[in-house]
């Protein structure tokens, strides 16, 4: 095999730099070249992931590499050393985004020094187009969501949207698809319905690069490929879960990729009190934030279910602020629940047989991490792709149930409120034993055996990867062509 070299650009956060990081793991573990290039203070983060690769797989024919690039974060107003969008949950990030703008210049002085074959950079960056072109090199972009969201999105735009309903509720049809799906302008992220100059900047790179690889499997979204924008002339490669493929070393690889209050046996040996899917387990993500009040709804509907549970907290201040009074001793000291301030190893919880349920936000890498354990969920989302996410959890592969949320904002206290009586009727309708809930049990199950399977040597996102290989390796022989024309 003629050696490829693929630089990897992941964006600076958790939810897009992990999987892009398990994707580079994954290229070089088949043989192929990976550079990760990211800014110097997530170095550290990814350092280790990378060091356990190189060390724990015996046949790696070249170790990854890591290069480090100067985020300027003082020129747009940025503390030093926040080199993230958890720093910036603003709606649109535009700091951060403008600070990464200014990647390009450095990104192009690597590719010349580094001359790689072909760059896989997160679809945020969407300059990346251009140094491609710059140096002849083939431009992949890497779409941390699915297909079934830019969809979904496309059938919407290409009716009309009426502007007079974007702020209401009113449920309506998505035609055209073989599921049915309802769902109102409400839930659909501003980006959506009003796409700014960043967004109209990334549909121009996502269209004029070779391809797109997402972390999908082709079962999940079978029904949605063909129906995808420009699929006719567009290459999508399904990869994923990617999170499964680097299994044989995971257990060593820190995915929280921040301190957690409590080590991974706490949570064992917790787990291993508990009888199998007796668990719920309960996060939203990094940058799932609620305001007090919801905060306390949320303890007020576990502390009433009889289930033992995991419940990830990311709220500031003094807990006696937003929880109800006395619920650590009576949920918490009393070995009912354990809630976890930051982050917590959620790939290792969800696979536990204790887990039985997760409460998500429906974030991307959450809704995968419960297809690949075969978990069932209640969905609560909150912002962006979220509630696209939700419908094809709920909707297209019923493994779960909808809390109800209506409105899509990064603001908590623009949110629909859920009181902690409808978590708690949510819980012990998905945990309960009930015929609906067995079934529902048994679809999340053969949904995590089918993913599984993809990734196996033979599966669609193993041969989907092999065939990605074969090609960017003919291109190289042909001189690498980053542009898709008609021809190829
Ligand atoms: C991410 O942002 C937080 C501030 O919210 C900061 O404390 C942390 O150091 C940042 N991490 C990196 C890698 O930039
Ligand atoms: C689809 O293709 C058309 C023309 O080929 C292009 O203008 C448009 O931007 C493409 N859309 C996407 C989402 O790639
Ligand atoms: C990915 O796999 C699916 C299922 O096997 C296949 O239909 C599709 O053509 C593959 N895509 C590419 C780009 O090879």
């Known amino acids: 095999m003629a050696d490829l070299h693929i630089f990897f650009l992941p964006f600076l956060a958790p939810g897009h730099m992990i999987p892009l990081v398990d994707l580079a793991c994954i290229f070089a573990r088949r043989g192929i070249k990976a550079t990760v290039v990211t800014t110097t203070a997530n170095v550290p983060l990814i350092q280790p992931t990378i060091d356990i690769v190189n060390a724990g797989d015996a046949s790696l024919r070249h170790p990854i590499q890591l290069l480090p690039l100067y985020l300027p974060c003082s020129e747009v107003g940025i503390p030093e050393g926040h080199e993230n969008l958890t720093a910036f949950p603003d709606p649109d990030a535009s700091k951060l985004v403008a600070a990464t703008d200014k990647l390009e210049l450095s990104f192009s002085l690597l590719l010349q020094t580094h001359r790689p074959d072909c760059i896989v950079a997160d679809l945020f960056y969407p300059w990346a187009i251009h140094v491609a072109k710059q140096f002849a090199t083939s431009l992949i972009s890497f779409h941390g969501s ?18 007079d309903e974007i702020e209401t509720e009113r449920p309506i049809e998505v035609p055209g698809i073989p599921s049915k799906i309802h769902l109102s302008l409400s839930q659909l992220p501003n980006f959506v319905l009003r796409p700014a100059e960043f967004q109209k900047k990334m549909r121009e790179s996502y269209s004029r690069s070779h391809g797109i690889v997402m972390n999908s499997f082709y079962e999940l979204e079978r029904d949605y490929v063909d129906r995808a924008p420009n699929s006719s002339n567009r290459k999508l490669w ?31 040996s917790w787990l291993g009190t508990k009888t199998p899917r007796s668990v719920l387990y309960v996060c939203f993500g990094s940058l799932g934030r609620f305001t007090a009040t919801q905060m306390r709804e949320i303890a007020r509907g576990l502390e009433a279910t009889d289930r033992p549970f995991i419940w990830v907290v990311w709220h500031a201040g003094e807990p006696s602020d937003w929880l109800p009074e006395g619920f650590e001793n009576r949920a918490i000291s009393s070995g009912k629940g354990l ?97 609906e809930a067995e079934e529902r049990r048994k679809r999340a199950r053969a949904l995590g055996e089918t993913a599984r399977r993809a990734v196996e040597e033979g599966g669609s996102s193993y041969e989907n990867m092999t065939r990605l290989i074969q090609e960017l390796i003919s291109l190289k022989a042909v001189g690498g062509s980053s542009e898709f024309t008609e021809a190829s």
């Open 146 to 163: 699915n297909c079934f969201v830019p969809t979904i999105m496309s059938i919407l735009h290409g009716g009309e949207l009426n502007q």
């Open 339 to 435: 809630m976890v301030q930051g982050w917590a190893p959620q790939l290792l919880i969800l696979n536990h047989e204790a887990v039985g349920g997760f409460v998500t936000h429906c974030g991307w890498n959450s809704c995968l991490e419960a297809i690949t354990a075969g978990v069932p969920v209640i969905t609560w989302p909150l912002f962006a792709d979220q509630f696209l996410n939700e419908k094809l959890l709920v909707d297209v592969h019923r493994m779960g149930i909808a809390i109800g949320a209506k409105l899509c904002s990064l603001k908590p206290e623009e949110r629909t409120p859920v009181k902690g009586e409808q978590l708690t009727k949510a819980v012990d309708e998905l945990m309960g034993n009930g015929e």
């Open 238 to 268: 399904f990869v994923g879960p990617v999170s499964l493929q680097n299994r044989d070393l995971d257990a060593k690889i820190v995915r929280g990729r921040g301190a957690a209050s409590m080590d991974d046996d706490y949570f064992l």
